[in-house]
């Protein structure tokens, strides 16, 4: 899943990427995209993030859910299958195709609204959503994550619940750390935003940055979690077939490591969950 940094001269480049780019690329990759959930790092991915929706889910099904920045529907589709309604969002619309298409199939597109949006300008009034998710990294893909991160906590209701993901600063640093010190001294300097995170190049958190962006935007976050899924050697994530007790196994590790607080900020994703004061 993880693109290569874009790079002016030695240091990559810190900016956020033009809309434009952004859309085309997820154009292109949109119907080999859903492959990647039929490996083993994908299914750890779903396993982990999964577990933490799960924990908030509204329990009244006709709670109205946000999945911004949903791309293919990975995340829409089970909820509709639970019965919950369910607005996607994304920027890409060939993502969104898939989502359109694969809903149908299941019989699930009455349940399903499905809107073409930048996550940093959501089209919905404030809040619109009992629970809003943005996971698999649309916060750190955006062009301006700040303003992704107003946007969520605004359409999100109060007392409404928020599951984010974002790509870890401390694990781009682990990343650059021996083939280039001086990018990595950057980044654990915070003097450098940008870097190759587990879902492309993007903004990079630590847990304590994570926290205080979401706290100033009116979110009291309950838990910031570290997905480890990308310590594993890429010829095990990339397998399609592997025996359940190794799966059994490196999901509890997974699941131990994301909960362990003296090593969040390692995970190369943080995982944030949190409520709407």
């Known amino acids: 899943m993880m693109l290569c940094a874009r790079r002016r001269g030695d240091v990559p480049e810190d900016t956020p990427r033009k809309i434009k780019d952004v859309q085309k690329e997820w154009d292109e990759r949109s119907t080999s995209y859903d492959a990647y959930f039929n490996t083993f790092g994908g299914k750890l991915d779903e396993y982990l993030r999964w577990k933490l929706i799960k924990e908030s889910l509204p329990e009244d099904k006709a709670a109205r859910i946000l999945d911004a920045g949903g791309g293919t529907g990975m995340v829409a589709l089970p909820l509709a299958g639970m019965g919950y309604e369910v607005t996607v969002s994304d920027l890409s619309p060939g993502q969104l195709r898939v989502a359109e298409e694969k809903l149908r199939r299941h019989g699930l597109s009455e349940k399903v ?7 940093a300008a959501l089209p919905f009034p404030d809040e619109l959503f009992d629970f809003v998710l943005a996971v698999r990294g649309p916060i750190s893909l955006s062009i301006d994550p700040s303003k992704a991160v107003v946007e969520l906590s605004r359409v999100t209701k109060r007392g409404g619940r928020i599951c984010v993901d974002v790509s870890s600063r401390y694990w781009a640093v682990i990343q650059e750390y021996g083939r280039d010190t001086e990018t990595a001294l950057k980044l654990i300097r915070s003097e450098l ?24 935007n009116g979110i009291e976050v309950t838990g910031i979690y570290g997905d480890f899924a990308y310590y594993l050697p890429e010829e095990m994530r990339k397998a399609t077939k592997w025996e ?34």
Do not use: W
Request: glycine share 10%; hydrophobic share 30%.
């Open 244 to 277: 359940e007790r190794s799966y059994d196994q490196v999901t509890e590790i997974l699941e131990r490591l994301s909960r362990e607080s003296s090593v969040t900020g390692m995970g190369n994703d943080l995982i944030l969950v949190g409520k709407k004061y």
């Open 193 to 216: 935003d940008h870097a190759c995170g587990a879902h492309g190049f993007g903004r990079v958190f630590s847990p304590e940055e994570l926290e205080e962006t979401f706290e100033s």
């Open 113 to 119: 609204d499905i809107i073409e949006a930048d996550i």
